[in-house]
């Protein structure tokens, strides 16, 4: 009876020696679809901020202007507001998306 519980907190050591041992050796390299998916969110997220910024500038402005020219007429004004919120929301919509991106990428890491 003592022998088999030699023998088993024995081949139990062992076990655990050897996976603390080899087993981060094993798991250190990424995979190339991780890292080529990783690039490809990088370039994504560069891409959005960059065509997304000035866009939502350019849309807000726009408002702005529609607004201050309206003349006092509601209709214009109604639609300036609903230029200015939407592009705003939109804007938001994207940096959220960024964010989200950003989650996916640091769970494949």
């Known amino acids: 009876m003592k ?3 030699m023998k088993l907190l024995y081949t139990s050591m062992l076990s655990i020696l050897f ?3 080899f087993g981060t050796s094993v ?3 990424d995979p190339k679809l991780v ?3 990783d690039s490809a969110f990088e ?3 560069k891409y959005i901020l960059k065509i997304s910024t000035p866009a939502a500038a350019v849309a807000v402005g726009t408002g702005v202007l529609m607004k201050k020219f309206s003349f ?5 004004i109604r639609t300036a507001n ?3 919120r939407g592009s705003l929301f939109s804007y938001g919509f994207i940096l959220c998306i960024d964010l989200i991106l950003s989650m996916f990428q640091t769970l494949l890491t």
């Open 35 to 37: 890292s080529t998916l």
């Open 43 to 45: 370039k994504i997220e």
């Open 82 to 84: 609903k230029l200015i």
């Open 3 to 5: 022998n088999k519980k």
């Open 19 to 21: 996976i603390s041992t």
């Open 27 to 29: 798991l250190a390299a």
């Open 72 to 76: 006092g007429d509601e209709e214009k």
